[in-house]
């Protein structure tokens, strides 16, 4: 644990944008330059604001998207009725400023040492925690075998594709498409259930640790099955981020 | 209004208590339940913040912001930290 780390206090700073990358239709990653940044854990997130001309604030929780050691990196979905990220989305540019603080959480985290098998359970943009522990699996060499399951609406909608096309050796990407299959589809296609866990899941037997992060109704459904299977509760850690993005 | 989790409001519980707070072991006064705080209830109507027990549902920590001012209740808890 990061100890000096978490007991700084946390307090607002300017970062500046220092790339904007397209992931979907709807999807933008930003890279971040952040000045005075403490180092961060794989899993946890950071707050953003934003102030309006009239005073008046909005803040978000975004989760972190790179691993440890790489630059600070927040992966948005763009939500047609926010107040956040539409402006994360379309407006912000290369060179831009933005306010956050962070790193946040010491819950949904993972390093190497916590050991697996590691079960991933992603539900939509609920991938991009997920994502910086693969990352942070792979940079710090560890070993432990992966299987992450990601939940989509459709084929388009699936962030970091390529990257997850390529799964670094002992890591296993298995896709559902709860919505349409392109042509020729040979994955899943049904949402994640009890049965469909039942299929892909280490084995309770296996002493797995789990990490399941996406919309309510998602995480609600996937950790229940989980620990129905036998999986200690202790075992599953979830984060639910509300009735947004899709799975 | 859906629950998220208490991970979403660790930014706030930072501000409040001056430590990283989401892992800290939290005891339901009504029920006894115990979890870390990144495992209760999260509702955040428009006015504040509410944590509720996801075992008996019972209000555990409410937090309302004024002007730069947290209001904090704290009385639904045991235990925290």
Known sequence: MAGTALRRRLTWQVAKVSAVTVETASVRTLTLDVPDWPGHQAGQHLDIRLTDEDGYVAERSYSIASAPGEPVAITVERLDDGEVSPYLTDELRAGDDLELRGPIGGYFVWEPENGGPLLLLAGGSGIVPLRSILRHRERTGSTVPVRLLYSSRTLDDVIYRAELDQPASGVEVIHTLTRSQPPGWSGYARRADAALLAEVAWPAAALPLAYVCGPTSFVEAVSQALVQSGYPPERVKTERFGATGGT | ?81
Do not use: W
């Open chain 2, 1 to 81: 209004m859906e629950a998220v989790d208490g991970n979403a409001i660790g930014g706030l519980l930072c501000e409040v208590f001056g430590t990283e707070m989401t892992a800290a072991a939290s005891v339901c006064g009504s029920c006894g339940a115990a979890r870390q705080v990144a495992e209760l209830a999260v509702y955040r109507p428009a006015l504040g913040t509410v944590v509720r027990c996801r075992s008996c549902d019972s209000v555990l920590m409410v937090f309302v912001k004024i002007h730069d001012r947290t209001c904090v209740d704290l009385l639904g808890l045991a235990t925290l930290g």
